[in-house]
């Protein structure tokens, strides 16, 4: 799998939108870009995915450069409990690779109030 | 609620004592994959299951570690003649096995060492 590059650390004000980057300038064409995100000393929880086009769900919206190298992701109106490790992930759909997934360090986001 | 459940959420144990962690998976799904984090480091992929067969390990999963999957349901993972290098969060987490196949991670279990 394409290794990812995030920031180490995010701060955002509550209530704004937080945007957290993540470059993946070696994807290839048939990869996914994940992000999930760990709140402290919990499991990791999925967030969304996408392979081309812009994605949005009840969580965030995914934006992905049109040369797929680079995605954004957006949580609009930050909350306390948004704070927390996020994860960019890129992936091969199942059966074209190896199926365990490559976590980097994330980027610690942090929400001041 | 029907998400991947893991038992016991905390095991604190004697280094050279074995322990076995429990992993029970969304139902109806086919994979099922363990993970490891240390702290300040992100998870780290050790086995999955297709059903109850292996299909991949790691080089971290040595042979102290035994992972089963045997009806295909819930998994367990034993790690024998445990080390303090061992203390760490082991996540399971649970996948259709088909389409994009998201995995989904449940609670983990923390291993200390002492």
């Known amino acids: 799998d394409a290794k990812t590059t995030q920031p180490p650390s995010m701060d955002c004000a509550e209530g704004r939108a937080a945007n957290l980057p993540c470059n993946h300038s070696t994807i290839s064409g048939n990869e996914y870009v994940y992000w999930y995100r760990q709140i402290h000393s919990q499991g990791p929880q999925y967030i969304i995915h996408g392979l081309k086009n812009n994605e949005t769900n009840e969580m965030a919206s995914l934006i992905i450069t049109e040369d797929r190298k680079s995605s954004t992701l957006i949580l609009p109106h930050a909350t306390l409990r948004d704070t927390a490790v996020y994860y960019c992930i890129v992936r091969v759909a199942i059966g074209g690779g190896a199926d365990g997934l490559t976590f980097g360090k994330g980027t610690h986001l942090i929400i001041q109030p | 609620d029907t998400g991947v459940s893991q038992d016991p959420r905390h095991k604190i144990t004697k280094r050279g004592q074995n322990v076995t962690f429990r992993c029970d998976p969304i139902s109806e799904h086919n994979r099922l994959y363990w993970y490891r984090q240390t702290l300040g480091q992100g998870p780290e992929f050790l086995t999955y299951?297709?059903?109850?067969?292996?299909?991949?390990k790691s080089r971290l999963l040595s042979d102290r570690f035994s992972a089963e999957r045997p009806k295909g349901s819930f998994s367990t993972l034993e790690i024998q003649r445990t080390e303090q290098g061992d203390s760490a969060m082991y996540l399971c987490a649970s996948s259709l096995g088909r389409g994009t196949d998201t995995q989904y991670f449940g609670p983990g279990t923390r291993l200390t060492v002492l």
């Open positions: 299951f297709q059903n109850e067969a292996q299909l991949e």
